[in-house]
């Protein structure tokens, strides 16, 4: 019945995550207990945050409702579980980073050349007056793709080295656990004991005072050890409403440099730069075409491409602008209207027959599931909403969540008549 449970999860998880996070840990089935043993930390921290409650709605689907669901630490000495031994994962090891964002792959231009420039600086030497540097600008313009850049930087420099990623959200919720846990100095001591700290969207902490109180002197301590802070946020932190003013002035000690949308030519490179690592070449005028059209941010102009190449893929048509006019009109029709996350959500679950409520509910049926990952999918796509600000309206889901339904949609698009018809006929509703 668990190898029941292991086949439903892939139609929600990857068989690459199920093979290395899942697979591994043993099952105990005790009366109506489905406990789940993992030998280290790191799983369990992972499991927990991602994966249980995809785990959980297998279970209830499999074994019943009934059944609950605890993923516990294995004793090396006894082989019994004991969630009391479980802790916060170890930072060496895991330090988030995403190996796929490297200087090499980042497309330059006038709006970003400072920023790469200033970044590589502090990925490459131990001690720079660029500390903290604060990368600053609007959703989907590479600031997250620099911060990993450096974190897979500093690696290759120095594999020693302990470099944590990670986006404020999690930060928040990692000292929320801690507190309930009566964990906290290890909690401090996760941080302040790295190398070189990356934090994502600080902004996330505007209003949230005892997260900003513990990163205060986070914060402090690196810098006085000298170890590399480096912060994206999606405006000028002193335009943040609910930051503390001793944080804002902290964030200004360092550099703090903007990124600005892309300018034309950029747009084109990044295109042409997206197609090749889809394994195509992109005719000028395709690229020029699409870049005129769309002129806010990266993630935009990637969302087109993605979907014009599988469209191209799913029809067996070569990629030239008519095609691509075709592919993309409703695209950009939406592109050029004003779309809310509320309306993707209604027209979403107008088309699949179901609820709002379910939209927006924790009902893990797949007739459920599967419309809502679309309706995050499309937030992502046709908006420049983060995924934090769209895990929030979707009923106060992690951004992780948001992430991973965009991930599945994107992945599975290609190879589904099905998915895609319903893809755009939805856009298409938006459009009208």
């Known amino acids: 019945m668990w190898e029941r449970c292991l086949k439903r999860l892939e139609s929600d998880i990857s068989p690459e995550e199920i093979s290395l996070w899942i697979q591994p840990v043993s099952v105990r089935i005790i009366g109506q207990s489905i406990e789940l043993q993992a030998s280290n930390d790191i799983v369990i921290e992972r499991i927990k945050s991602v994966y249980l409650p995809t785990i959980v709605a297998a279970v209830h689907e499999v074994f019943g409702k009934d059944y ?3 993923i516990s630490l294995t004793s090396s000495t006894t082989h019994a579980a004991t969630t009391e031994t479980i802790k916060e994962p170890p930072l060496i090891g895991s330090s988030n980073l995403d190996r796929r964002f490297t200087f090499e792959n980042f497309v330059e231009g006038h709006s970003n050349s400072i920023a790469k420039a200033s970044a590589i600086q502090v990925a490459q030497k131990t001690v720079t007056q660029f500390n903290p540097l604060l990368l600053y600008g609007s959703t989907g313009l590479g600031k997250t793709h620099l911060l990993h850049a450096i974190g897979n930087k500093i690696k290759e420099l120095d594999k020693d080295a302990i470099v944590c990623y990670i986006h404020s ?25 790295v190398s070189a700290l990356l934090i994502d969207d600080i902004q996330f902490f505007a209003g949230k005072e005892r997260s900003q109180e513990e990163f205060f002197h986070t914060f402090n301590s690196l810098l006085e050890g000298q170890k590399r802070v480096i912060i994206t946020c999606d405006r000028f932190p002193k335009e943040v409403n609910g930051l503390q003013t001793r944080l804002k002035s902290r964030l200004g000690w360092g550099l703090s440099v903007a990124i600005d949308p892309p300018e034309y030519e950029t747009r084109v490179a990044i295109l042409q ?17 699409i870049a005129k059209q769309i002129n806010s941010n990266v993630r ?3 969302g087109a491409l993605n979907t014009l190449w599988a469209n191209a893929n799913f ?13 993309l009109k409703e695209l950009f029709n939406v592109h050029h209207r ?10 979403t679950a107008q088309y699949y027959n179901i609820r709002l409520a379910d939209i927006l509910g924790k009902n893990r049926k797949r007739s459920i599931v599967r419309p809502r990952q679309m309706a995050m999918y499309l937030s992502k796509e046709l908006t420049d909403k983060s995924y934090p600000e769209i895990g929030e309206a979707f009923g106060g889901r992690d951004h992780t969540t ?29 459009s009208e």
């Open 402 to 430: 948001v992430l991973h339904a965009f991930r599945k949609i994107q992945e599975m698009l290609p190879g589904d008549s099905e998915l895609m018809e319903a893809k755009q006929k939805i856009v298409n509703k938006l």
């Open 338 to 347: 004003h779309i809310t996350i509320d309306s993707i959500q209604k027209l």
């Open 68 to 70: 609950t669901v605890e």
């Open 300 to 302: 935009e102009l990637e």
């Open 273 to 289: 730069k997206k197609a090749d690592q889809l394994g195509f070449e992109l005719q000028d005028p395709v690229a020029y075409y």
């Open 169 to 193: 959200e999690q930060f928040v919720n990692g000292m929320i656990n801690a507190l309930r846990q009566n964990r906290i100095d290890e909690f401090k001591q996760k941080y302040r004991s």
């Open 315 to 327: 029809t067996g048509i070569n990629i030239d602008l008519n095609f691509t006019k075709n592919a």
